[in-house]
Structures are given as structure tokens and as C-alpha cells.
């Protein structure tokens, strides 16, 4: 069984007591993001994006444990970043298991033996370690855009299992994904003790710098989970609602629930979703209560959710389906008990969408400085905001809306709050981080590197980060 059954147990009774009460946007797992800063620089990552003064904040862990208190869901997974370079990732940690949080800390595993050694992580029932893996060694080296990343994350993992953790994997996956191989490397990862393994298309990230790799028809993306998960054996525990898993294989229709995995950062509650963002809430109650929630999902016609089937959005929607109804209840019992087949069970179409809508920085902006807002908010570098009286501030901007302006200044680590009447214009200064050159240049060395290879000369292992620093 992929999730131990005090787990499952503490997730069903949150659900259905939620059921109960009425609730209809209530959160299944906090998406607690402490820092953006990471020790990779994946070619598909849309979340480290931001001038140098951004990647070295981190939450505080009171902060973070006040987030979590306020927001009450069961789960908290902990993406980044990397969040084992949070100095103080330990006392997050803690608070949660003392919180009798279920967590998932989601490492790429580069620090994960030292962190380990250095014993700032204990085994307990409530901590799983989720270690990013991409594939096998070659596709996840060259995902992640650094050789040799694949042998240390598997030998972390082999240590953290002897240790006494929980570890499971987390795979993206893009449309070079090959079947075959993605099976064989489902076998390995069962072969060395992992608990169970989560499997997600890519999101098509706007600011990720690889942006050919995206899965962008439903149809692909179906039609390679159909692939992947065909006479799967029993032996391959996945960490994902089976009627997730229906849906990814185009057999089930499901529509987003936003709130289900709300997203919490060094800027606040990302609104609507932990992939688009489109700016952020002070509090969790101003996220639930004042998102337009009608805008985002497939059947809105919001066209940046057309293509998504990312599980953050859909797997809330799974879990709520098999609470709702006999159907889902009886379907998840079936896949618990026989496991995933994609041979099984008729391949639907989903209902057609019959108006597209546009939101954040695509929807028309009503004057200049508003427009320019949006963009600032947009764009992953600092800005210059010159006021009504002359003065100027240097920050980058995460938050605008009709009555305030949120940045924080490229000097100092905290955030400042204009009024947003105040604001006489905006310009883009900075560098933009998201300009796609470090996916260029990696792609130009790793192709020059195998060439070298394939001559049989002799070649150092290679991998992106320097440019990325600089
Ligand atoms: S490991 Fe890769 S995907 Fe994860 S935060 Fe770092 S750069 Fe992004
Ligand atoms: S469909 Fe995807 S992008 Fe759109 S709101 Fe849901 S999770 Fe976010």
C-alpha cells in the first residue's frame, strides 16, 4: 500500500467532516513554498525565476507554522526551491510533525545525504521525503540539466530507506517521456524501497526556459499515461487518488479545484493556483473568500488551463469525487484493490469548452500604469516605480491591485506597501531571469558534450549552474 492507513484514515475523516459541514472550498494539502532558492537551475521549472535579493530570502518558521494553522489542511508538502537549503528546514519540520501534519519535503536530493548525516530530519510516521526524479539516469540528468544528479538522488534515497523514512519519488513528465524506459525506471524505483511514486505532465510554465518540451494537447498527454500505465503490475505503488490516475489516462472526467492545493510563499497566497500567478492574498480567508474561482479550471475557457492536468489542481478534485458519490467511492475501492489498468475501462472525451476567457497580465488593462502593473507583476526581474512626487523605488513587484502595491526593494529584505494611487509609472530595469538563455546554453553544452563523448575524448561532467549564478 503506497500511503500507510492512519494516513488515509486522517485524510478521509478530514473530507468527509468538511462534507458534512458544507464546505464546498476547503484545502487538502498546503503547498508551503519557504524559499525559491535551489541548487538546480531544471529546464522545466517555472519557480526560481527571481533577481538574486528574492533567492536568498526564507520564510521564517514562525511564519510558515502560522500559515499552516490558518489554512488547517491535513497534508503540507514542501516544494521550493530546494528546501534542504532552508538553514532552519529542521524547525519547519518539527512544527509540523508536532502539528501531526502528513508532510511531503521535496528535495532534488543534491543535499539529502548530508542533511540526513547532519540529522536535521528524524523518521516519523508523518514525514515522507519526496525526492524529485525525472526518469532514468539519462533522461532525469538531462531534465534537471546536470550530470550525475540521478546516481546521488538514488543513493540518498537507498539511505534515507535503511535510515527508517518514508521516501517516495515525484517524476514531471514531458513529452519526450518514453514509455518503455518510464517503466522500467517504475521497477527500479520499487526495486530500491520507495514507498510509492507520484507521476504529473509538466505544467507549461510560462517562465520555465524549455518551452518545447511542454505537453501541451490533453490528448498526448492521455494517450502517454495510457502507455505508461498499461498492465501495470501490482508491485508499482503510486502515491496518487486512482481516480487521478482514471483521469490522466483520459478515462475519467474531472474539473479543477484551485483551492484544493493552496499555495503559500515569501509573497502571501498565491491566487488562484500553486502554477499561475496572478497575484497574492495577505490571508487565507481573503484567498478562499476573494478569488474569482469561476475564472480558472478547463470549464471557465480560462485559456491558460485548457491543457493542465497537473495534479495540484485535479487530485483535490479526485479525492472530493470519491467522498461525493457511490460511483467514486466504489471506483476507488475497485483501483485500490486491482490496481491501474489502461486496458480497463472505456476512453472518454471530455464535454467541449464553448467560451475562452483571459486573465492576470492577457486581460486588457483599463489605463498605462495598470497595464504596466500587471506586466512589473509578470516579469521575473526588478523594476523602477517612480511616484506622483518624483521619488523612485528599485524592487521586484509581486502583488498589484486597485488599492495597493507590494514589492520588495532590491536593497533590503523586507516587503514595502505603496498605495497604489500613489504609483505615477513603472519600468522594467532589471534583468529578466526567465529570459530562456540559461535552457540555450545548456542545451548547446550538453549537445557539444556528447559529441566530445561519442569522438571518445574525454569530457568533464558538465551541468548548468554557474551560468545561472551569474
Ligand atoms: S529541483 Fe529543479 S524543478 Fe525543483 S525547484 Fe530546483 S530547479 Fe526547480
Ligand atoms: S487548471 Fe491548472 S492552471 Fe488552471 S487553475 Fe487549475 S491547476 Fe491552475
Not at 540518498?156 to 535510515?163: E, G, L, S
Not at 525506471?185 to 520507495?194: K, L, N, P, T
Amino acid at each position: 500500500m503506497a500511503v500507510p492507513l492512519s494516513q488515509m484514515w486522517t485524510v478521509a475523516s478530514y473530507v468527509i467532516k468538511q462534507k458534512l459541514l458544507g464546505r464546498k472550498h476547503y484545502p487538502l494539502v498546503l503547498m508551503l513554498e519557504p524559499l525559491y532558492r535551489c541548487n538546480l537551475a531544471c529546464a522545466g521549472c517555472g519557480k526560481i525565476q527571481y533577481p538574486a535579493h528574492i533567492l536568498k530570502q526564507e520564510m521564517d518558521p514562525e511564519v510558515a507554522m502560522k500559515a499552516v494553522d490558518e489554512c488547517g489542511a491535513p497534508m503540507v508538502s514542501i516544494p521550493g526551491g530546494e528546501p534542504l537549503m532552508h538553514s532552519r528546514i529542521g524547525e519547519i519540520v518539527a512544527g509540523l510533525v508536532k502539528r501531526k501534519k502528513y508532510i511531503y519535503l521535496c528535495t532534488n536530493a543534491l543535499l539529502l545525504k548530508q542533511r540526513l548525516e547532519q540529522g536535521v530530519l528524524q523518521p516519523s510516521k508523518f514525514l515522507t521525503i519526496n525526492v524529485h526524479m525525472d526518469g532514468d539516469e539519462e533522461h532525469h540528468d538531462f531534465a534537471v540539466c546536470r550530470e550525475g544528479t540521478y546516481k546521488v538522488a538514488e543513493e540518498a534515497i537507498q539511505m534515507a530507506v535503511k535510515m527508517g523514512f518514508r521516501v517516495t519519488t515525484n517524476s514531471t513528465l514531458f513529452k519526450n517521456a518514453d514509455p518503455e524506459r518510464m517503466r522500467r525506471f517504475f521497477d527500479r524505483m520499487m526495486e530500491i524501497g520507495v514507498e510509492g511514486m507520484t507521476v504529473s505532465p509538466g505544467y507549461h510554465y510560462q517562465k520555465a526556459p524549455d518551452q518545447q518540451s511542454f505537453l501541451r494537447e490533453r490528448a498526448s498527454t492521455t494517450e502517454m499515461f495510457r502507455a505508461f500505465f498499461k498492465k501495470a503490475p501490482k508491485k508499482w505503488q503510486f502515491n496518487l487518488s486512482p481516480l487521478f490516475m482514471e483521469f490522466l489516462m483520459g478515462k475519467r472526467h474531472l474539473e479543477c479545484t484551485p483551492w484544493g492545493c493552496p499555495a503559500y510563499s515569501l509573497f502571501g497566497w498565491q491566487r488562484p493556483c500553486y502554477l499561475l500567478q496572478e497575484g497574492y492574498a495577505r490571508t487565507f480567508k481573503e484567498l478562499i473568500t476573494e478569488t474569482k474561482w469561476e475564472n480558472y479550471g478547463r470549464a471557465s475557457g480560462n485559456t491558460k488551463c485548457q491543457s493542465c492536468m497537473v495534479h495540484c489542481g485535479y487530485e483535490p478534485s479526485a479525492v472530493n469525487h470519491t467522498f461525493s458519490s457511490i460511483e467514486g467511492f466504489f471506483a476507488t475501492a475497485r483501483a485500490t484493490l486491482f490496481g491501474v489498468d489502461s486496458d480497463r475501462g472505456k476512453n472518454i472525451t471530455p464535454p467541449p469548452v464553448t467560451r475562452y476567457i483571459e486573465t492576470g497580465v492577457e486581460k486588457a488593462k483599463s489605463d498605462a500604469v495598470t497595464q504596466a502593473l500587471a506586466e512589473a507583476v509578470d516579469f521575473r526581474g526588478d523594476v523602477t516605480i517612480t511616484l506622483h512626487d518624483g521619488t523612485k523605488h528599485v524592487g521586484y513587484i509581486f502583488n498589484a491591485d486597485d488599492r495597493v502595491v507590494e514589492y520588495f526593494p532590491a536593497n533590503r529584505p523586507d516587503v514595502i506597501t505603496l498605495a497604489r494611487h500613489l504609483v505615477a509609472g513603472v519600468e522594467k530595469t532589471g534583468r529578466d531571469m526567465a529570459d530562456g538563455k540559461t535552457w540555450e546554453a545548456w542545451v548547446k553544452k550538453y549537445t557539444e558534450h556528447k559529441e566530445k563523448l561519442a569522438r571518445g575524448e574525454k569530457a568533464e561532467s558538465i551541468d548548468i549552474f554557474p551560468e545561472v549564478l551569474s
